[in-house]
């Protein structure tokens, strides 16, 4: 400071008083200014931005970070990623001109269903890290921050493990020194079964970290640990049991594929992770609140409230929000939907290969009765009749010909069927035609379809009712649903506690939990222990589960995969034979057409007959590779890591 | 005229600077090649079976991915270098030998002139003397299956055996590039040395008076084909 001055008096005696004083004073003001040290006056706190200490000060900023966090989960099929990782697998039909390639494609490629986020990971490994070092949260709020944290790290991982098999388990945030040098950052990947060993040593630490109650469904509960646990368990279990079927399926480092040995330990953790939930006082239930069984299933997914005691974490939405997604608007029934001017519904339609796989009422398995012993049409007076007697879940999942939606009845009818057999139908359904021997021009084409090739409208015969959100507005695009994605719900740990005793050799058990899930859906015929078998269990998850992401990964932890999607055309016969068997194949999706009889003067004119149709657009025959098993880590990923292995048989 | 020699000379100009290549040398080493059991071509699923060649000592390392052609083919185009050829591991209708450790083992190739390679393999089975002909609205097939890996640690049970027919010169048994087909158990062979088989050809719109026509054997839990050579049959 006084360098400064000393000019200054230089100056005072060269010009006259008055500026003198002024330049003086100017001068004194600079002097006080720069007093303050350099690091005091350059590091001013920025008003727009939080540091880490002041967003881990207060609970409901926490909050809106892990909400970030909770949002980036990865589901396989998710209303975020939209309504074609809901399709394939030959369940369904995508009546969607831009995506038949689902159907038309041979083979999945090796980087299907791949995951590999580490920005993710690093983020929740901040996240943890930075909940631990806060000074001012209360100690109750920081222990249940840090479980959260720790549920979505181990959630994750187990999702990554379902696709990738063995990854890198990392665990703290890493650091990069700028040293040129990043191999101390390059860490292998884990053994398959350490990685699930991680997700299930997780969901124990934590599980009484977190809230033990029914009521909260969009955050980690007790209740989500124990279920994450009981799934993730009986994953590693079957990997170990049946991954020895696919010898070839494995690494030399066991990054791939678990010992066989290790497989009951496994389901003994799966069993009693879902005992925990099943027998606790958390107050899970299956939702049982409507008396007609097939709208209590569909209101299932549609109730979000509090109180709906089956859902145990879902990823949730909210009209008027930005949260809001599309699945409605995409998938409803052409003839009642919001946005059908503007081409927007019915692309998802449920596969005759998933509607004949529900059971009948008496508990057997049987295909839809469309022709007589002899070969000719059985005739319906109304369309609907045909899925008489079946498990009620049928019609809770899919929209069958005859079924309403929003209380406006389907108009599902491929035309109408005259007395030789030829077909009377037209591509556009408001187009009147008369029929033979009239001249009256009538409708001969359903509005909802099907037609072969009309996309947007149903082209299987069926359209998907899980999830589909019958309040008004949810189907057009200005609004879109608010439908909440349901992660883990209370009936898959019922199934898993089931195939998990199974496996243990506790058929009663097995039976028991079974029964509770079945008798949901009218299946009132109690299973005993001797029902339960392999088949039935497998079964029991593709009907109940449908649509929810589990499909794929069940069949390849069961190493069915490549059995199912075996890549070979699949014939009527093959169709409907061997209804319920785990190894049937399941590689092009069927359409179950409904026609109108018109045969004036025969006792069954006018009633309803049903054909068996590979819609054309199907030409491709999904086949599983045994490099699909797991897959591919990219070529970036192994060459910036030499540490990674690759998957076998890529 | 001023305007038109000022135009000129940026012409020119700019083709005296632009003389330069801008771009690198393209790789020009053909390695071509193709899988063999004793000097047989195997015969195989188009784009099926893969291979992968590395170059090491340029930083990073990534697999250069290609696969093999149906008859047994493959070939790329290379700097010159020290390369390391390898096959995809697993599901593949021949035996390619492992390391100690268990990894897929590799060939070592120094590529400094064109060159044409062939692997000897051990193929599970050889599909041996196919006839094919066409009569009668059918092709029929009588061939007979070898086996070649006998020892029962690595040997493999047949699936089927199949014969297939495409419009063209494709012919697998995926959905599009087969018109009609054929399947045969392996636990439904009697004779292995006396196969016959025959499928009915159908309407091809627009309509040739040819199929193209090839038996395959498909491996038990390798979900993988061997295959006789693609036939063009006239009818």
Redesign the interface.
């Known amino acids: 400071m006084w360098v400064f001055i000393f000019p200054y008096n230089i100056i005072f005696n060269i010009f006259s008083m008055k500026r003198n004083i002024l330049i003086l004073l100017i001068a004194l003001l600079t002097g006080l200014g720069s007093c303050k040290k350099d690091s005091e006056f350059l590091n001013i706190t920025p008003t727009s931005i939080l540091n880490n200490e002041q967003a881990f000060s207060d609970p409901a900023q926490v909050v809106s970070i892990l909400a970030n966090l909770y949002t980036r989960q990865a589901d396989f099929s998710s209303f975020n990623s939209g309504w074609t990782s809901f399709a394939d697998f030959g369940e369904s039909f995508p009546s969607d001109a831009g995506s038949y390639g689902i159907v038309?494609s041979?083979?999945w490629n090796y980087d299907a269903w791949n995951s590999y986020n580490y920005g993710y990971i690093r983020e929740l490994n901040l996240f943890i890290q930075r909940d631990s070092a806060a000074k001012t949260l209360s100690a109750p709020d920081k222990a249940r921050f840090m479980a959260e944290g720790r549920f979505l790290r181990a959630n994750y991982y187990f999702e990554m493990a379902k696709r990738m098999g063995g990854v890198p388990l990392i665990l703290e945030p890493l650091l990069y020194d700028f040293s040129g040098d990043p191999t101390y950052l390059q860490r292998p990947r884990a053994k398959e079964s350490e990685v699930y060993d991680f997700v299930i040593s997780e969901a124990e630490a934590i599980k009484n970290l977190l809230p033990a109650t029914a009521n909260e469904k969009s955050r980690a509960t007790r209740g989500a640990a124990l279920a994450m646990e009981a799934r993730a368990a009986l994953y590693a279990g079957s990997i170990a049991k049946y991954g020895a079927n696919?010898p070839?399926v494995s690494?030399?480092g066991a990054e791939v594929g678990i010992p066989f040995s290790k497989g009951n330990e496994y389901y003994v953790i799966a069993l009693r992770a879902a005992k925990e939930i099943i027998d606790g006082k958390d107050g899970y239930a299956l939702y049982q609140r409507k008396a007609d069984l097939a709208e209590n299933f569909a209101q299932l997914f549609l109730d979000k409230d509090n109180t709906n005691t089956e859902s145990i974490l879902i990823e949730d939405y909210k009209v008027k929000t930005s949260k809001v997604h599309g699945f409605t608007t995409n998938n409803q029934p052409f003839s009642s939907g919001e946005e059908s001017a503007n081409g927007d519904a019915g692309r998802l339609n449920p596969s005759l290969n998933l509607v004949e796989s529900f059971e009948k009422l008496d508990n057997t398995y049987a295909p839809l009765p469309y022709r007589d012993a002899s070969g000719n049409p059985i005739y319906y007076n109304n369309p609907i009749d045909i899925f008489a007697g079946r498990d009620a879940r049928l019609a809770g999942t899919v929209m069958l010909p005859g079924s309403s939606f929003k209380g406006q009845p389907l108009d599902i009818w491929a035309g109408y069927k005259l007395a030789d057999g030829s077909v009377l139908t037209n591509q556009d359904a408001s187009k009147l035609v008369p029929l033979p021997g009239t001249t009256t021009p009538v409708q001969v084409l359903g509005k909802d379809g099907p037609y072969d090739g009309n996309e947007k409208r149903t082209q299987s015969g069926f359209y998907l009712r899980k999830y589909l959100d019958p309040t008004p507005g949810a189907g057009s695009r200005g609004t879109n649903s608010g439908v909440a994605f349901i992660r883990y719900r209370y009936a898959e740990v019922l199934l898993n506690a089931a195939e998990a005793a199974f496996e243990l050799g506790q058929t009663a058990d097995a039976a028991k939990y079974m029964n509770m899930v079945r008798a949901r859906a009218g299946l009132t015929i109690p299973l005993t222990a001797a029902d339960v078998t392999f088949n039935k269990i497998v079964h029991e998850r593709r009907v109940e589960l449908a649509f929810e992401g589990h499909y794929l990964f069940d069949m390849k932890r069961w190493r069915l995969a490549?059995i199912v999607w075996?890549?070979?055309?699949m014939t009527v016969s093959d169709l409907l034979s061997n209804i319920g068997v785990a190894t049937k194949r399941n590689t092009?999706p069927y359409g179950f057409w409904p026609y109108k009889y018109y045969n004036p003067g025969n006792p069954n004119n006018g009633k309803w007959l049903y054909d068996i149709v590979l819609p054309s657009k199907v030409?491709?025959?999904l086949?599983f590779?045994?490099?699909n098993y797991y897959s591919q880590i990219s070529?970036?990923i192994?060459?910036?890591n030499?540490k990674i292995v690759k998957q076998?048989?890529? | 005229m001023k305007i038109y020699y000022t135009v000129a000379i940026a012409f020119i100009a700019m083709t005296a600077l632009s003389c330069k290549k801008d771009n690198y040398t393209p790789p020009s080493r053909a390695l071509t090649g193709k899988l063999v059991y004793k000097g047989e071509p195997l015969q195989l699923q188009y784009n099926q079976v893969?291979y992968e060649l590395y170059q090491y000592g340029f930083g990073?390392?990534?697999?250069i991915g290609q696969f093999f052609t149906q008859e047994g083919n493959f070939s790329s185009v290379l700097f010159p270098g020290d390369y390391k050829l390898t096959v995809?591991?697993?599901?593949v209708p021949f035996i390619w030998n492992k390391t100690a450790?268990?990894?897929p083992d590799s060939i070592g190739i120094s590529l400094n002139e064109n060159k044409n390679l062939n692997i000897e393999v051990t193929p599970y089975y050889m599909i041996r003397t196919p006839q094919l002909s066409a009569s009668g609205g059918k092709v029929k097939a009588t061939f007979k299956v070898e086996k070649v890996v006998t020892d029962i640690a690595s040997a493999k049970d047949i699936d089927k055996v199949v014969l297939l027919i495409n419009k063209t010169a494709f012919v697998s048994?995926?959905?599009?590039e087969r018109i009609a087909?054929t399947n045969l158990a392996g636990t439904a062979i009697t004779d292995p040395n006396n196969i016959s088989m025959e499928v009915p050809i159908p309407t091809i719109v627009p309509a040739q008076n040819y199929v193209f026509a090839r038996v395959g054997l498909r491996i038990k839990?390798?979900?993988s084909y061997i295959f006789s050579p693609v036939q063009k049959i006239t009818f």
């Open positions: 038309q041979n083979q696919t070839l690494l030399p490549h075996d890549g070979q055309q092009q030409t491709g025959t086949r590779r045994l490099g070529d970036a192994t060459s910036a030499p076998p048989n890529q | 893969g990073l390392v990534g697999a995809t591991n697993g599901s450790a268990g990894k048994d995926d959905g599009n087909s839990n390798l979900n």
